[in-house]
């Protein structure tokens, strides 16, 4: 069994891959939860003005909230869900399906 700390005192390689993974399960975490909140907060608002807006703006806001919340769903979720997992417990189609949508979701919003 290896010390958490090498002789030069620097960090162990699997300590620090361990604390890696916990900081970018806690980063996308965070990013996931607060790109939901604020999209289905702003859709909620855009869907239900009393005076249903028609401008121009308001049409690429509301698409734009769709498209970031495709993004946060078949993006940032599987990327979260694969890094909790540490291997992906689907099959072959079930990776090129979440592959597709990951790069689709993606182009969606950033030509939207």
């Known amino acids: 069994m290896m010390n958490s700390t090498t002789s030069n005192g620097s960090v162990a390689p699997e300590r620090f891959d361990r604390q890696l ?50 993004v946060a769903f078949f993006s940032v979720l599987p990327m979260l869900i694969w890094k909790s997992t540490s291997t992906f417990l689907g099959g072959d189609i079930v990776c090129r399906l979440i592959t597709f949508f990951m790069l689709t979701s993606t182009y969606i919003s950033v030509y939207t």
């Open 21 to 70: 993974r916990l900081v970018e399960q806690i980063v996308l975490a965070t990013i996931f939860i607060s790109a939901l909140i604020g999209n289905i907060l702003v859709l909620v608002v855009m869907l239900t003005a009393r005076d249903k807006r028609t401008t121009r703006m308001a049409f690429f806001i509301l698409h734009l909230t769709i498209a970031d919340l495709l």
